[in-house]
């Protein structure tokens, strides 16, 4: 599928490194079409699993190393417009509807995009991530519906393709191959065991990783009829 031209894309997630996987080669893509990207990050990912292989951050150092390391991934990706909101990892589930919903609201408002990009709500698996669609979808929800962004998620628990049927979008981001490995590569705290996984297969065109990073896959937000 071809990327559509936009006006503004707006990324919601919650931690660093979650845009790297699923949707960094849509980002570069945008970004190669001249639209401007906004992401938005929630938290500095500071309970997050992985202190680098071998260990080079402490639970003390991991906030500012993963901070850097989301500033390194932007940049890769040509992200011009990177915002870091503040919220504490693995609590984002605990805010009030009222304070986070104000904060995205807060953001569709002044950038008004034509495009938003979360996770699913009940099929992003992580607290944090449910969290973060459920309040996207809240703040869209009040906007009329011929005003109304097009909401497209990120789901992958076991159940999303039973449920919510094959993904409506797909993207080859073959093109911006390399803005996605660097992307990748930049949250080496939390990445740098995967990578190394690879081997050379990257350097020998394996076609199962190269499948993996081509592909990118999104549902349209299925909105409930109107009564």
Not at 41 to 51: A, I, S
Not at 114 to 130: K, Q
Not at 163 to 178: H, M, P, T
Request: proline share 5%; charged share 25%.
């Amino acid at each position: 599928m071809a990327f559509e031209k936009e006006r503004q894309v707006l990324v919601i997630f919650p931690h660093p490194d979650d845009e790297a996987f699923g949707v960094s080669g849509t980002i570069a893509s945008h970004v190669q079409n001249g639209t401007p990207v906004t992401y938005a990050c929630l938290t500095l990912g500071q309970m997050g699993r992985n202190l680098g292989n071998p260990p080079f951050a402490t639970r003390e150092s991991l906030p500012l190393i993963r901070k850097q390391e989301l500033k390194d991934a932007a940049e890769a990706l040509g992200i011009q417009d990177l915002r870091m909101l503040g919220l504490r990892d693995k609590t984002v589930e605990f805010e009030s509807e009222e304070k986070l919903d104000g904060m995205i609201s807060s953001m569709v408002e002044e950038l008004k995009p034509s495009l938003v990009i979360t996770f699913y709500p009940g099929y992003s698996v992580h607290p944090d991530h449910e969290a973060t669609g459920r309040s996207v979808v809240r703040v869209l929800s009040r906007i009329k519906e011929e005003d109304r962004p097009k909401l497209h998620c990120v789901a992958f628990s076991n159940n999303c393709v039973e449920d919510l049927g094959e993904a409506d979008i797909r993207y080859n981001v073959k093109s911006v191959e390399k803005q996605k490995v660097a992307a990748i590569m930049a949250h080496r705290s939390q990445t740098q065991y995967m990578v190394a996984s690879w081997g050379d297969k990257l350097v020998t065109q394996d076609p199962e990783l190269l499948a993996w990073i081509h592909n990118e896959r999104f549902w349209t937000y299925q909105w409930p009829d109107k009564e």
